[in-house]
Structure formats: C-alpha cells, structure tokens
C-alpha cells in the first residue's frame, strides 16, 4: 500500500529534507499542476450527539487533532487516507508521517502540486473510514464553585457577585419576562436543568410560589452551596447528570429553564428528544446557551473541519422540537451581548483582544432583534405558542461545509466595525496556522462561499 501525500510546490523543498531525515519511505510522484479535490481518498468524520458531519482528507493542519489527546485515533486506521499538507509546523506534519508510515508499514508517495482544482464532495463514500469525534463535558465551572465553597459561606446570597464567584446572577425574571406572554396558565412544574448555585432556581421559586420548582445540578460543590443558601418552601435541589434522562413523568413539565448548562450535554439529540417529551402540551422551555456558530464566524479557519468547541448548535433542538409539535424562536443573548476574547478556544492577539473589547462595548449599544452568528450566546424559545423563525437561522443539511456556508455568508449583514474586525481575526489565525496561499485557497473551497480574509 502507498499512502499518497500532496504537498505544494513552494513547500516541497521545506519538507522533503525533513521526511529524509525521519528515514520515511518514499518515493517521488509526478508532479502535478492542479490537484483536483473531488478526487482524493478521504475519511468521514461525524460529531457526537450533533447533526453534523465533514468528509476530507488528511488536511493538516486542520486535522491533527484525531491524532492528540481526547480525539487520538490509532495511525493504522487512516489507512487509504490520502494526505494533504497546506501549512503549519513542518516538523509536526513530518512526525505524524513518520508515526502513519511506522504503524502501516506503507510507502509515502510524495506529489508535488501547484494549484487545487474543485471541491471536496461531502457525501459519503462507501469503505471511507469514519471517525467519531467525542464531546468534551467536563464542566469548567466545577474548579471555581470547589474554590468558592469557603468564600461564599457565610456571605449573604445577592453579595455572591461582589466576591468574584462564578455563575451567582439571578435571572428568573427574564424567565419570567418570557414565560408569562407564552404559558396558558401559571406553571405547576418548574426545572432548572442545570442549576449550578442555584441563584436563578430561588428565583423562579419566588416569582412562582404555587409552583414545585426543581434544581437538577450534578456538582456536589454547587449542591452543596444551593442547598445551604435557600430554603423556599416549594423548592428542591436534587443531583442529576444532564446527560442523562430527566426523572419526570412525559408532558408533566411545565417551565424548563437551562441556562449555559446544555452544552455538556453528550447527546445533544438525545437530550433534546427527552426535554421536549417531558415538557407540557402547553409547556415552554427557555434555553439559554452559547452557540457553536461564534466560534465558526470567529475563529475561522481553525473551525474548517469540526467545531472547536462543542456548544448547542440550533438545527439540534429546533430539529427535536418540531419532531414534538413545537415551534423555535431564536433570539440574540438576554443575559449578556458581550463579546469578549475569553469566550473563545484560540488565544488571539493583544491587537485583536483590544479590538474585540472595543467592538464588544459598542454592540451593546445597537438594537438587535434577530441572533446573528458573531454573538457567542443565543437564547433559544420552545413552545406552542412561540412565533418560529428558525427558516432564517438554519444552515442545512449537517455538513460543515452548509453549516459554515451559512455562518459566513452572513458577514455582510453584520455591521460594519464587526466586519473589519472579523477580518482581521481570520487573516491572524490564517497567519498563526501558518497557511499559504493554497491553504487559504483550501479553505474557500471547502466551504463553496467567498471568505474573506
């Protein structure tokens, strides 16, 4: 077996004194002046519990990481795997060859090439090897809520905020400003799915004393806290994994709020499945959670492949509701519209950071009634009785390629201080992965859209 690895022109002479050196077989293939996609041998990956799938070849650097930490994928299973190199680390690309070469026992044939030519198709091929991307649901909270056990113990619960803890605001009466035009009736069954300290849960406990109001929380830490710091009548804390089916009887939920909790979630299908079959006919179910598409608008090209950081993507749960009679409403985040630098997997520039705090500041100020893909937050209405403009946000069929056609295709609706920004991010992360021209081109052509950079 020969595992075909197409390299540019202007890196060749880079690379192939590297590949000598690690004593990796090969042999020199003709050079080519296009190298047409649509051709290469490629791997299917899906997403676990997301509607979302890429097809590709080995194209470094976008997919190493099926070769490090959580996502490792064993060398030999990316036989008839043909590879791609487009930039990056030379010396990193030079030693996963040499690992796929050690495990295979196959010969890299090395073809130059000058230019690409077409797209890579997206729909599966029989015999490809597919690969199955896990999620990461370790919930980063939990350090802080431990470290904050003693800080917050004898402090009043409305002073939380003032000690620096995280995740201490009340926000039951946004809840309450969107339940009340929407539910029927006062609700008899409230969740709080995911209910960290349990600020938000005392709230509804509050505005809604007729109503049995649960916490579901799995940290022991924040139990803990809750369970100490409120005490209303009608309220209970109990431990619950999200990832898990909920405890209640189908239809008998009448108000679920889950606010920045569903993203550990490890089937996000599943989940919602189970949600939506527990809420009532009447029911609605306030979801208030960061959304994949600001890490796909932000930090493209990194995102090319998969997302690089699993959060709630709307096809899911708009998908499920429907599946249960439901109806969508998308809104921009009510919780906060920041759009701060932490929020985000890569670390950018002093320059960009700068730039997005300032840009962050000033979208505060606009009036946005419709979620657009830069804001990191969306809040997501299920119900009956919800006007549904989902049609609008909706990227397609699941492929990487629709999801990020959609996302970026809507920079020019964006205002014009975000546009300069978001170009200026997308060429600084092209510049840190260390993509040339023909990765750059890659890119444009793995997505069928103009990118800007």
């Known amino acids: 077996m020969v595992t075909k690895v197409y390299i540019p022109m202007d890196d060749y002479v880079g690379l192939l004194p590297g590949i000598l050196e690690a004593r990796i077989p090969n042999r020199k293939g003709r050079p080519r002046p296009e190298l047409d996609l649509g051709g290469l041998r490629c791997m299917f990956l899906s997403f676990e519990g997301i509607d979302a799938y890429a097809r590709t070849p080995f194209a470094f650097p976008f997919v190493m990481s099926l070769l ?11 036989e008839e795997v043909d590879w791609l190199y487009l930039g990056g680390d030379k010396a ?14 196959e010969e890299a ?44 113990a004898d402090t009043p619960p409305e002073e939380w905020g003032r000690k620096t803890a995280v995740n201490t605001g009340n926000y039951a009466h946004l809840v309450e400003r969107f339940a009340e035009p929407i539910l029927p009736r006062p609700p008899r069954l409230i969740v709080d799915l ?13 505005c809604y004393p007729d109503a049995q109001v649960f916490g579901l929380e799995l940290s022991d830490a924040a139990l803990e806290m809750a369970r100490t710091s409120f005490d209303e009548p009608n309220l209970t804390f109990l431990k619950h994994d999200i990832s898990t089916p909920l405890d209640f009887e189908e239809g008998a939920i009448d108000l679920l709020v889950s606010i920045n909790a569903l993203a550990y979630a490890c089937d996000q299908k599943r989940s919602a499945d189970d949600i939506f079959s527990k809420l009532s006919p009447d029911g609605l179910f306030f979801n208030h959670s960061r959304i994949g598409y600001s890490h796909d608008f932000w930090e493209f090209p ?33 919780l906060s519209r920041r759009l701060t630098p932490w929020s985000f997997m890569h670390p950018m520039s002093q320059g960009t950071r700068r730039a997005m705090e300032r840009c962050s500041l000033r979208y505060q100020e606009e009036d946005a009634s419709e979620y657009l893909p830069c804001i990191t937050h969306s809040l997501l209405l299920h119900s009956r009785h919800v006007e549904d403009n989902m049609d609008r946000h909706l990227s397609g069929d699941g492929s990487r390629r629709e999801t990020l056609a959609h996302c970026l295709g809507l920079f020019p609706e964006m205002p014009g201080y975000v546009q300069e920004l978001a170009l200026r991010s997308r060429r600084e992360n092209a510049k840190e992965m260390g993509l040339g021209d023909v990765g750059m081109d890659y890119c444009r052509r793995f997505v069928g859209c103009p990118v800007g950079f």
Request: net charge neutral; hydrophobic share 40%.
């Open 68 to 78: 490090r930490g959580e996502f490792r994928q064993p060398m030999h299973c990316l």
């Open 92 to 105: 990193v690309f030079i030693a996963a060859l040499a690992d796929h070469a050690a495990a295979t026992g």
């Open 109 to 152: 044939e090395l073809i130059p090439f000058r230019q690409l030519t077409g797209a890579v198709p997206q729909e599966p091929r029989e015999g490809e090897y597919h690969v199955t991307i896990p999620r990461n649901t370790v919930n980063y909270n939990e350090q802080a809520w431990v470290r904050d056990k003693s800080l917050l």
């Open 194 to 206: 995911g209910s960290g300290l349990g600020y938000t849960t005392a709230g509804l406990a509050r």
């Open 302 to 334: 990194y995102s090319l492949i998969w997302p690089l950081i699993f959060q709630i993507y709307p096809e899911t749960w708009a998908g499920a509701a429907g599946a249960h009679g439901l109806k969508t409403r998308m809104l921009p985040p009510q």
